[in-house]
Structures are given as structure tokens and as C-alpha cells.
């Protein structure tokens, strides 16, 4: 799948498609392929049982859920704030929402990778790694030599993802809330920034691809100006 996968900028029309992608991501990181939601679903059935009861919003969450928060996000014309999506056969499968911070400072910006998420379906077939190389190219035209982001402690296919592809740890932890543009899922996770210097100028890696920053998913929150990355996705905490 990796040379059809085509990589552009998000318009309004994607956001059922990034609504739905965020969904599935998140359930698949954070419950297990098992858990996928379903308007007809009987929690009753054995596969609901073993859910902590910390994380049954989790088995719940809809698209619909997440649609609005996703019509809000692309319908900014914030230049320091933008979302690529990946496509194959004209099929939205994943997305990266990346930040610039202090842009007119005199030292310079510094880049954020908010969210990237990708489908569960299309993981580990290269969509992540495009997805990853634009917005970080993006970032690098935008004047920032440097790039962060945040990613949950237990989320470790989306830390090896992102540790491969250049990223090491700076010792920053937070907790965060996981609260994709503001549902609040009722779930907090510990996460630590991950940082690296920007051209992106080594070979695309290969391997696993990253779903939600997170599993393939990663969410950003920021403390203060900063998200979680690397959940399945962007700083939650401050705009969604």
C-alpha cells in the first residue's frame, strides 16, 4: 500500500473521514481490536466483560462522538495550526495534525506533532511514515529546527514508532486526560515528550506504522503550550 498512499492537506469535507479514523485508533490502542463501538453492541457480551470500568466511555465512543470536534478543528484558518490527511483510492485512512509554537519568537519556532492517527486497518503499511515525513517537512518550512511531542507511557507500539523515526525522550512526563476534542473518555494516562531535530533529512523508516499517537494512535495534550503526542494524536487538553 505504501505507493498509493497519497498524502495532502485536510479540507472540511475530510472530517467524517478523521472523526471516524480517531475512533477506531483509540479503541484499538487503548482496548484491544475486540472493542470497536456499535450503536446495537450488548456490553453483556463476553469481549465488554474485561474492560476496566475506568475505560467504558472508551467502548462507547461513536464517530459521531468526535464529529464536531473534527468540522471545528478543520474549519480554523490558524496558519500555525493544520491537518494532513492520507489517502488511498480517494479513502481517508489516517491524519496528523502538527502546531507551530512561538513563531515570532527571536530564537525561532518549534514544531508539534499534535495527533497522528491511522486507521487500524491500514497499519503497518507505510501510511504512518508518510504522514509523519510531510507534516515534519511542513514544519521544517515553516522555520522550526526542532519538533515535540507526547505519547502515553503504555502506548508502546506508538513510542517504538516514533523512536525509530528520530525521536528520544527529554525526561518531561505529565498525566493527561483523555479528552479528544473535549469528550471526555473519563481515562488518564501518563505520557512523556519526545523530542528531535528537524530537517527530516534520513531515509523513510520502515516497519510498523503509527496509528492514535495512538497504536496507531498518538494524541498530543500540551502542558501549558505543549499536547500529548504520541497517543494517537494532538494537545486535547487545550483545543479539543
Do not use: K
Not at 499534535?114 to 515553516?142: F, I, K, M, N, T
Amino acid at each position: 500500500m505504501r505507493d498509493h498512499v497519497h498524502v495532502r492537506e485536510a479540507t472540511d469535507g475530510d472530517a467524517p473521514a478523521i472523526a471516524g479514523v480517531m475512533c477506531r485508533a483509540l479503541q484499538t490502542a487503548y482496548l484491544g481490536p475486540d472493542h470497536v463501538a456499535s450503536a446495537d453492541r450488548d456490553d453483556t457480551e463476553p469481549h465488554h466483560r474485561d474492560v476496566p470500568d475506568a475505560r467504558r466511555r472508551l467502548v462507547t465512543l461513536t464517530p459521531d462522538d468526535l464529529l464536531d470536534g473534527a468540522r471545528t478543528t478543520l474549519a480554523s484558518d490558524d496558519p500555525t495550526d493544520r491537518t494532513l490527511v492520507a489517502e488511498v483510492d480517494g479513502e481517508v485512512i489516517g491524519f496528523h495534525r502538527l502546531r507551530v509554537h512561538d513563531a515570532t519568537s527571536t530564537s525561532g519556532p518549534t514544531g508539534e506533532v499534535a495527533s497522528l492517527y491511522v486507521d487500524p486497518a491500514a497499519w503497518q503499511a507505510g501510511s504512518g511514515d508518510r504522514l509523519l515525513r510531510a507534516g515534519l517537512e511542513q514544519l521544517h518550512l515553516d522555520g522550526c529546527s526542532t519538533v515535540f511531542l507526547w505519547v502515553a507511557q503504555e502506548n508502546e507500539r506508538a513510542q517504538r514508532f516514533y523512536r525509530r523515526r528520530g525521536f528520544a525522550a527529554d525526561g518531561a512526563t505529565e498525566t493527561y486526560r483523555l479528552q479528544p476534542w473535549g469528550v471526555d473518555l473519563g481515562v488518564e494516562l501518563g505520557i512523556v515528550r519526545l523530542v528531535r531535530d528537524l530537517p527530516p533529512s534520513e531515509p523513510e523508516a520502515q516497519g510498523e506504522a503509527s496509528g492514535l499517537h495512538d497504536a496507531g494512535v498518538h494524541d498530543h495534550p500540551t502542558p501549558a503550550a505543549f499536547g500529548p503526542a504520541g497517543l494517537s494524536g494532538p494537545s486535547e487538553r487545550d483545543r479539543t
